[in-house]
């Protein structure tokens, strides 16, 4: 099996949308669309699976992920839902003329084909302690799409973000795709894609973008995913939150911005804390980068944006003002249907 080009990739659903995209016709998002492409978006609770042509995009389906059986297990289920999709809306498979595939990573490249070695699908990274139904050291993803359909590309989630916010989102000027920027996600857990000189920055195996598994602290109960103790991911992440802060009656992120709206000190010390580490990873990319503009979307940062940007703005601003003065951070112009459009993005750039 010859993969041919690998491009980097990673994404998120985290609106259910049956039947279409919405509020899409203001978006013109599916202007130019030659053929049938397949739309694939894969995170680590659930995968989704839509097909897109000139009409839009529509025939989603939805399933947990694959974690169980043998380590292609969840590129066979994405062959399968591919088919379930055009099946659902009268179409064929074999119709298909091209796959993009939004996907949580990060990426290992084996015989040029991507596999996953995702912290929470693969259960052999972390050992038994982890809980999950498997030891796979990777999660074969890309090899059983390329023996079934021509074109295919595999992309990290933000990188796929990253791309729509570039081509129907923020991140654009005077309706052009930005050429020094990123896409920024606070959620389950912390991802990003990032754009240099116009170039959509892939890395080695495409994993360009974690900066989310930066150390910045030595916080031994920043346990992240991936292993790293004092990561970005580990201390501020969704799922980072209940893991440090349930032992003081914060069960949740909800549970803890209720708190906080509500006027509990503690609570609110707590999400100052998140935002300096969030926003000081935001300033570490304005001056690595020397980014013009960042979009930010996921499930933490969306449900709370108006109460957060004021504080992340904070740790950016004023600092270094040659690098920073002319910077904005902004909400997702795709709100939270960013990661419906990433793969859709893929496929047609
Ligand atoms: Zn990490």
Redesign the pocket.
């Known amino acids: 099996m010859d993969c041919g080009h690998v491009f980097a990739l990673d994404r998120r659903l985290e609106k259910e949308i049956d039947g279409g995209l919405s509020g899409s016709s203001s978006l013109d998002a599916f202007t130019g669309i030659v053929g049938l492409k397949a739309c694939v978006d894969i995170g680590g609770t659930k995968v989704a699976v839509s097909v897109a042509d000139a009409q839009g995009i529509r025939g989603r389906v939805v399933e947990p992920t694959a974690k169980e059986g043998a380590n292609d297990a969840l590129g066979q289920q994405i062959v399968r839902l591919i088919g379930e999709s055009c099946a659902s809306v009268g179409l064929s498979a074999a119709d298909v003329t091209a796959v993009g595939v939004s996907s949580c990573g990060p990426f290992v490249i084996r015989n040029r084909c991507i596999e996953l070695t995702a912290p929470n699908i693969c259960g052999g990274m972390a050992g038994k302690a982890r809980g999950l139904p498997n030891d796979w050291a990777s999660a074969v993803l890309e090899a059983p799409l390329r023996a079934r359909f021509r074109q295919v590309r595999v992309a990290n989630d933000g990188i796929g973000a990253l791309e729509a916010e570039r081509r129907w989102g923020a991140l654009q000027v005077n309706g052009k795709a930005m050429d020094n920027c990123a896409y920024v996600t606070w959620s389950t857990g912390i991802g990003m894609g990032l754009c240099v000189d116009g170039h959509v920055l892939h890395g080695k195996n495409g994993n360009a973008g974690h900066a989310?598994?930066m150390f910045v602290s030595d916080n031994n109960d920043a346990l992240?995913?991936?292993?790293?103790i004092g990561?970005v991911?580990?201390l501020i992440a969704g799922n980072a939150i209940p893991r440090r802060f349930a032992s003081s009656g914060y069960a949740d992120a909800a549970a803890l911005f209720v708190a906080t709206y509500a006027g509990d000190a503690k609570a609110n010390a707590i999400v100052d804390d998140l935002c300096r580490v969030m926003g000081r990873t935001l300033y570490n990319l304005v001056v690595t980068l020397d980014l013009q503009r960042i979009s930010m979307g996921g499930s933490v940062f969306w449900h709370h944006r108006e109460f957060l940007l004021p504080k992340l703005r904070s740790h950016i601003s004023g600092k270094l003002g040659s690098l920073t003065d002319s910077f904005e951070l902004v909400p997702a112009g795709l709100g939270d249907t960013v990661g419906d459009y990433a793969a859709l993005a893929l496929v047609l750039s």
């Open positions: 989310g598994h992240c995913g991936c292993g790293n990561d991911e580990g």
